[in-house]
């Protein structure tokens, strides 16, 4: 979804979970966290960049589901994505946020520990360079990331309520299980 946002004083893109988005246009790349992670990637030489939105470190999309919900997958394509741009892999910069706990429920498999740990492990593996994280906590978050430049701006959002959060965790599961499947994820 594509608008002007007025605070950015930019155009922008939201994304939201299971979603990835590469581009080398100057615009915004914008999401709200709570236990799942965005990382932006970025190739300063080029100026191109782009964002994912995970929500599970890793999982199984043969399930019918959309693969870039699980870290695994996300972000292999957005490197893929960001490769079909000209970036070169040497060159991705990255920078992480999310991955805060923010279900009180969720005690003893926190979800967005495992995320965070997820990309950062990802990123050791594959040689890209952490610049900046914020990763943790209990604080939703909003992030706006501009690819051309690869600035980022991130806000701690209130703590939401376990009732609220849950209701909207339900609402996408339910999208999904409603969206036909479609397209094919080749890794390499």
Same mark, same amino acid.
């Given at each position: 979804?594509?608008?002007?946002?007025?605070?950015?004083?930019?155009?922008?893109?939201?994304?939201l979970?299971? $979603?990835? =988005?590469?581009?080398?246009?100057?615009?915004?790349?914008v999401?709200?966290?709570?236990?799942?992670?965005a990382?932006?990637?970025?190739?300063?030489?080029?100026?191109?960049?782009?964002?994912?939105? =995970?929500?599970?470190?890793?999982?199984?999309?043969?399930?019918?589901? $959309?693969?870039?919900?699980?870290?695994v997958?996300?972000? $292999?394509?957005? @490197?893929?994505?960001?490769?079909?741009?000209?970036?070169?892999?040497?060159?991705? !910069?990255?920078?992480?946020?999310?991955?805060?706990? @923010?279900?009180k429920?969720?005690?003893?498999?926190? @979800?967005?520990?495992?995320?965070?740990?997820?990309?950062?492990?990802?990123l050791?593996?594959?040689?890209?360079?952490?610049?900046?994280?914020?990763?943790?906590?209990?604080?939703?978050?909003?992030?706006?990331?501009?690819?051309?430049t690869?600035?980022?701006?991130?806000?701690?959002?209130?703590?939401?309520?376990?009732? !609220?959060?849950?209701? !909207?965790?339900?609402?996408?599961r339910?999208?999904?299980?409603?969206a036909?499947?479609?397209?094919? @994820? $080749?890794?390499?």
């Open positions: 979804m594509q608008y002007y946002d007025p605070v950015l004083k930019s155009q922008a893109a939201k994304l979970p299971a $979603e990835y =988005f590469a581009t080398g246009r100057d615009i915004a790349l999401t709200v966290l709570g236990s799942c992670v990382a932006c990637l970025h190739d300063p030489l080029l100026r191109v960049g782009g964002m994912n939105h =995970f929500m599970l470190p890793d999982g199984d999309s043969a399930d019918g589901g $959309e693969p870039a919900r699980y870290g997958h996300a972000m $292999e394509l957005l @490197v893929n994505e960001l490769l079909k741009l000209g970036a070169r892999r040497d060159r991705i !910069e990255a920078k992480l946020f999310g991955g805060g706990n @923010v279900l429920s969720f005690t003893s498999n926190q @979800v967005g520990t495992r995320n965070a740990q997820f990309a950062l492990d990802y050791r593996a594959e040689g890209i360079t952490l610049l900046a994280q914020d990763l943790g906590g209990i604080h939703p978050r909003k992030v706006a990331f501009f690819p051309v690869g600035r980022a701006f991130v806000r701690q959002l209130p703590h939401a309520h376990d009732a !609220e959060i849950a209701a !909207e965790e339900r609402a996408y339910q999208r999904l299980r409603s036909p499947v479609a397209g094919s @994820v $080749e890794l390499f």
